[in-house]
């Protein structure tokens, strides 16, 4: 069965279109470890035409770690640990329409999310992913010595509050976190830039101006296309991405037409540096 499976990566850099599998039904641990072990090689994965119930959805997530639940988002009723991804003609905004990872405002922030979209319009709403290992090997060392002393406050209140109010608040409160700037990943060991321009407000060692400065010519350079793929769903694609080492960005250039998805988001560990050795002589 493992056989069957074929991963066709997309980009030198990020994302491999999986074929020969059907998530709707059990898969064995050995099938589970080749999703894992490509997902760490090549950070999203896409597959199509998978038509999960929620029950199906969340056994899928539930195979890579514990779920997570969204801080401020409205809930599916029975099923808290799925976040409705919807846009049509009455919204003025779309989940994700700026460059992010994930909920990287939670103290644990999720390690991947998995979203099945449903409906999509006649043209548009792509999704681009972008690696935040290439982002971080790019940098010079000088640059990448300075980050590694940083630390980056990721606030959830200024983009939650306008999207979602504060009705369904998970904690009774916006989340708020301190993270490493950059982060070690924990199964690759391989170190990713961890700012974002959804949640990542400061750098707490630098002064305001010195912060902002920095936080802008590194979003900016997060956002280059040679970081990127860029995902064209169908109704039920499926992309399973790592939010330790990604970041992604919504498209909505489909207004005033109907995007529809389900995503289950899988929990994660509190974020950590740790430099690599210094080669020895
Ligand atoms: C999200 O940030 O989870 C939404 C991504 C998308 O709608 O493509």
Not at 44 to 63: C, M, N, P
Not at 139 to 145: E, Y
Not at 247 to 276: F, K, L, M, N, S
């Amino acid at each position: 069965m493992n056989q069957q499976i074929r991963v066709e990566p997309l980009s030198p850099v990020i994302g491999a279109e999986v074929f020969g599998i059907d998530l709707t039904g059990p898969l064995t641990a050995a099938i589970v470890d080749t999703l894992h072990s490509a997902l760490m090689t090549h950070l999203v994965l896409f597959f199509r035409d998978q038509q999960l119930s929620f029950e199906q959805h969340k056994q899928f997530g539930k195979r890579f770690g514990d779920l997570h639940v969204h801080p401020a988002a409205p809930k599916v009723a029975e099923h808290p640990e799925i976040l409705v991804v919807h846009a049509d003609e009455t919204v003025q905004s779309v989940a994700g329409e700026l460059w992010h990872s994930d909920v990287s405002c939670d103290v644990e922030p999720p390690m991947g999310s998995i979203l099945r979209v449903e409906q999509v319009p006649t043209i548009g709403g792509d999704t681009l992913f972008a690696s935040m290992y290439a982002a971080y090997e790019s940098l010079s060392d000088g640059m990448q010595r300075l980050l590694g002393e940083l630390t980056a406050v990721h606030e959830g209140r200024p983009y939650y509050v306008g999207r979602y109010g504060g009705e369904h608040l998970r904690d009774g409160d916006y989340p708020s976190a301190e993270h490493p700037a950059v982060r070690t990943h924990p199964v690759t060991g391989r170190t990713a830039l961890y700012v974002n321009e959804l949640f990542t407000t400061r750098f707490k060692e630098l002064k305001r101006n010195e912060s902002d400065a920095l936080l802008s010519f590194l979003l900016k350079h997060c956002a280059s296309p040679e970081f990127q793929c860029r995902f064209r769903w169908r109704s039920n694609s499926v992309a399973f991405w790592d939010n330790r080492c990604t970041q992604h960005h919504a498209i909505w250039d489909y207004y005033p037409e109907t995007r529809h998805g389900y995503r289950v988001t899988v929990q994660g560990d509190r974020p950590y540096y740790r430099p690599a050795a210094a080669p020895q002589d």
